[in-house]
């Protein structure tokens, strides 16, 4: 597997963990307030809470993983070789990272995909409100379905990648 999948599934990952984790606590949490404007200045609150949460934790998931990469990149030139020289394995990290125009096109359709879905959940909670529906309902449409169209792009990164 190429070192642009293994980046790809890493942030996919950690895309569903952070969006996973604010599902169980934004609906896992009992709202003790009757106050609509209360309720979604805690939501707007939560969702502030897990954007940074989600910056966070992809920083240091990205410099993790790109630091077990050399690692990996290390342990099988001494295996191969029987040593392990450091320029060797820079050289193999700039390889690996080079982006060429089938990653710049790769890329572009992903992003495309990721906001038309994004776009959808976003007129799908505009609708949800003219149907009369809860603007809780509406701020939560609105982060799940920005979360899902990131993973998808990621999804649709692999799927590009492999083929």
């Not at 992809?58 to 630091?67: A, K, R, S, T």
């Not at 990149?73 to 982006?99: H, P, R």
């Not at 409100?129 to 799940?144: A, E, K, Q, R, W």
């Amino acid at each position: 597997m190429a070192y642009k999948e293994k980046k790809t599934i890493t942030t996919i990952v950690t895309g569903i963990a952070v969006l996973t984790a604010y599902c169980c606590y934004s609906f896992g949490s009992t709202i003790a307030a009757s106050d609509t404007d209360a309720i979604l200045k805690q939501q707007a609150v939560t969702m502030l809470k897990f954007i940074g949460i989600g910056i966070v934790a992809m920083i240091v998931i990205q410099i993790l993983f790109h630091i077990l990469y050399s690692i990996s990149l290390a342990v099988a030139s001494q295996i191969k070789t029987g040593n392990c020289n450091d320029k060797e394995i820079e050289k193999m990290i700039e390889l690996e990272v080079i982006e060429d125009e089938r990653d710049k096109i790769i890329e572009l359709k992903s992003l495309r995909i990721g906001f038309v879905f994004a776009g959808i959940g976003f007129v799908s909670a505009l609708v949800w409100l003219v149907m009369d529906g809860s603007p809780i309902y509406l701020l939560n449409i609105i982060f799940i379905a920005f979360g899902l169209g990131s993973i998808l792009e990621g999804f649709t990164r692999l799927y590009y990648y492999s083929r």
